[in-house]
T-cell receptor
Framework: ETGVTQSPTHLIKTRGQQVTLRCSSQ?????VSWYQQALGQGPQFIFQ???????GRGNFPPRFSGLQFPNYSSELNVNALELDDSALYLC?????????????FGEGSRLTVL | DQQVKQNSPSLSVQEGRISILNCDYT??????FLWYKKYPAEGPTFLIS?????DKNEDGRFTVFLNKSAKHLSLHIVPSQPGDSAVYFC?????????????FGQGTILTVHP
């Protein structure tokens, strides 16, 4: 059974650029959630995708967007990067979005915006 | 607005003793609570959860207690082991199709000394 994998693990961008982060969900999981973890803080919910449709969004601006593909892998895109976007971005997969659907997290993508 | 709070940034205990990690929440709609553990350079891993219809859930050395009237939950680890040293996050969700959309606390760094 393959766990959640994310790429790239580290990247550096400059303010105003765009970035795409990728996530492969755990085998058999149809739901992917993205979280942003700033230094010293807990993860913050960005959005969730269930069967290729956005299924809820946290308090993030529209320049944060996502996609889920038929194989349930997912992308997080951030446009017009700002310095405050520097964070660890975590992807989590689960089977469905109902109670008992424990989230399985990847190791994250560390984004630094200069 | 921090809906889930872990007021102790760090906790240090001796091996074999009890570790008690605390978490408070403000949103009355939360009805499912989880604890995650995070080692450096790894994603958070699920530890234990509790539904609001219960006040206690045990899994081996780990027990979670929920006090709904006080909007407080705690994680007890007995006996504590050096391998338990990690950052512990409590998280909550608000039911329905929201179970995958977790609100996390800031985390507590647990250090267990041999």
């Amino acid at each position: 059974e393959t766990g959640v994998t994310q790429s790239p693990t580290h990247l550096i961008k400059t303010r105003g650029q765009q970035v795409t982060l990728r996530c492969s969900s755990q085998s058999g999981h149809n739901t992917v959630s993205w979280y942003q973890q700033a230094l010293g803080q807990g993860p913050q919910f960005i959005f969730q995708y269930y069967r290729e449709e956005e299924n809820g969004r946290g308090n993030f601006p529209p320049r944060f967007s996502g996609l889920q593909f038929p194989n349930y892998s997912s992308e997080l895109n951030v446009n017009a990067l700002e310095l405050d976007d520097s964070a660890l971005y975590l992807c989590a997969s689960s089977l469905g979005s109902l109670a008992g659907g424990e989230l399985f997290f990847g190791e994250g993508s560390r984004l630094t915006v200069l | 607005d921090q809906q889930v709070k872990q007021n102790s940034p760090s906790l240090s205990v001796q091996e074999g003793r009890i570790s008690i990690l605390n978490c408070d929440y403000t949103n009355s709609m939360f009805d499912y609570f989880l604890w995650y553990k995070k080692y450096p350079a790894e994603g958070p891993t699920f530890l234990i959860s509790i539904s609001s219809i219960k006040d206690k859930n045990e899994d081996g050395r780990f027990t979670v207690f929920l006090n709904k009237s006080a909007k407080h939950l705690s994680l007890h680890i007995v006996p504590s082991q050096p391998g338990d040293s990690a950052v512990y996050f409590c998280a909550a969700s608000a039911g329905g199709t929201s179970y995958g959309k977790l609100t996390f606390g800031q985390g507590t760094i647990l250090t267990v000394h041999p």
